[in-house]
């Protein structure tokens, strides 16, 4: 069976439903794979950044999701047992300040909604990429394995929006443009209940000379964990019981010793995520582009990765459909120099991310004593300067708003 399309998204996290999303309010249509049904993962981002919640309202997802979303208006550093860094995002001067908690199902089912009402977005679920139609040099489509059995999806342009893993920049070739960097770490993500003694607004992260953990709050209203270890140190942490992971988290909090011991009760209750980023040089080839992690992955240091792909998304729909409103003999041509602008617009920002998480990262690895005083210092420093908070946070959780009044009171707030 031959089904033909304009715009054939492969992958159906948050950056492919929301380019699906985007290019249907443009009059466009679209066919979306999801290789897993319900779009189940192992792991997902559920921290979306003040910027990411401007791009929701964009997109007129955001009242879908008001109910479902917890606001953040805190991120707090301890080092050593003190607090060193405070920041209050309200004191922010842009109109979307408060970066918010939200499920990645309930993302993904608003934004599958909107883009069913607006018709023009066919989603193949279960459907996987298992290889690209090419002819005359330019990819024109997909060829997917479905439910139904083996499927060509026809295209103008395909997209890449299938993850860090991605098989269409495979497929595509691009991989040999990908220079993927390790970092020293791994994360372990696990959940414990929420201490009572918490404030539920606040990012923490909490350091202890070279480790580190992150600590952050569930829209389910449990705590998230991620617990770095050194990369590839997973199998040496599990040689002894279940108690070593427990000694690892009272080192950084001390006062989850007891929720831990009672929701961890082994290995199977935690998930690890292999801590890499990939810069991709080239995001496109004919007929094919890539979007969110399939071109550019990034560390799980503040929250980056859905907002980066909510921001590909939609800067990228509208370049393509104005492509596709060329004559058929030069779409070819219009698409490329639509692919070629987006990753001109889209690269500086994400070096940016990049660049300030890979600092972040290096910060928190400081082990011996005198690096870690430093660290402690220059995080005192941020702390007394809004100023310098605005200009070194701005570009990560800031980087498409200008100062501006707050939009319209904030009414992100999680039922209960």
């Not at 696990?190 to 952050?216: C, E, M, Q, T």
């Not at 997973?234 to 019981?241: N, V």
């Not at 550019?296 to 409103?325: K, M």
Request: glycine fraction near 10%.
């Amino acid at each position: 069976m031959t089904i033909r399309t304009e715009v054939c998204v492969v992958g159906g996290g948050p950056g492919g439903r929301a380019l699906a999303l985007a290019l249907v309010r443009l009059g466009r249509r679209v066919v979306l794979l999801e290789q897993r049904a319900g779009g189940g993962r192992a792991f997902r981002g559920e921290s979306v950044s003040p910027d990411g919640v401007r791009l929701l309202a964009g997109l007129d997802v955001l009242e879908r999701v008001r109910g479902h979303t917890h606001e953040v208006h805190r991120l707090e550093i301890a080092d050593g047992g003190s607090r060193v860094l405070d920041v209050r995002f309200e004191s922010f001067p842009y109109a979307y300040r408060l970066p918010v908690e939200l499920a990645q199902p309930v993302l993904l089912s608003a934004l599958t909604r909107a883009a069913d009402e607006r018709g023009g977005c066919t989603v193949l679920e279960p459907a996987s990429a298992i290889g690209l139609l090419v002819d005359a040099g330019a990819v024109r489509g997909v060829r997917a394995k479905t439910a139904d059995g083996t499927e060509e999806i026809r295209a103008d342009v395909t997209v890449g929006a299938d993850g860090r893993y991605s098989s269409v920049r495979r497929l595509a070739g691009l991989d040999h443009s990908a220079e993927r960097t390790p970092l020293e770490r791994d994360v372990i993500w696990l959940k414990l209940p929420f201490p009572a003694a918490w404030d539920r607004r606040a990012y923490r992260v909490r350091i202890s000379a070279g480790r580190h953990g992150l600590f952050l709050p569930s829209t389910d209203g449990t705590l998230r964990v991620g617990l770095n270890i050194p990369k590839g140190g997973l199998r040496e942490l599990r040689s002894g019981d279940i108690g070593q992971l427990h000694a690892r988290l009272a080192e950084l909090a001390p006062e989850l010793e007891r929720e831990a011991a009672e929701a961890i009760l082994g290995w199977s209750d935690t998930h690890l995520l292999d801590i890499f980023t990939t810069d991709v040089r080239r995001w496109s080839a004919p007929g094919v582009v890539l979007i969110g992690d399939a071109a550019h992955t990034l560390s799980p240091i503040l929250g980056q990765g859905v907002n980066h792909a909510l921001a590909d998304a939609v800067a990228l729909a509208p370049l393509l459909a104005g492509a596709l409103e060329a004559p058929r003999s030069g779409r070819q041509a219009a698409l490329g120099a639509a692919v070629a602008a987006f990753q001109q617009d889209r690269e500086p920002a994400v070096r940016r991310s990049r660049g300030l998480q890979l600092r972040q990262e290096r910060m928190f690895s400081l082990a011996a004593a005198p690096a870690a005083a430093l660290r402690r210092t220059v995080y005192r420093v941020l702390n007394a300067s809004p100023a310098l908070q605005r200009r070194v946070l701005a570009p990560a959780y800031f980087p498409g708003q200008r100062p501006g009044p707050a939009a319209t009171p904030a009414r992100t707030e999680q039922r209960t």
